[in-house]
């Protein structure tokens, strides 16, 4: 996975996969998705980021910890 922020033109794209792009939703507006051709997730864009995200700019990675079964 991967995060790229972009503050030129104010957009976060995170990429979840390395597959190519077969179709595209826009979810919301300002909010794209990409999917494989096998209908999987590529990536997510956010249009005017800042407008969207608190800190655009700011990043926190978390594992959450599984359960004791």
Request: avoid cysteine; charged fraction near 35%; aromatic fraction near 4%.
């Amino acid at each position: 996975m991967k995060i790229i922020y972009d503050p030129e033109n104010d957009i976060i794209d995170l990429i979840l996969g390395a597959g190519e792009v077969a179709e595209s939703d826009e979810i919301r507006e300002g909010v794209i998705v990409d999917y494989d051709s096998d209908g999987k997730v590529v990536s997510i864009e956010i249009l005017d980021a800042s407008e969207k995200v608190s800190d655009p700019m700011g990043i926190q990675y978390e594992v959450k910890a599984r359960s004791a079964a």
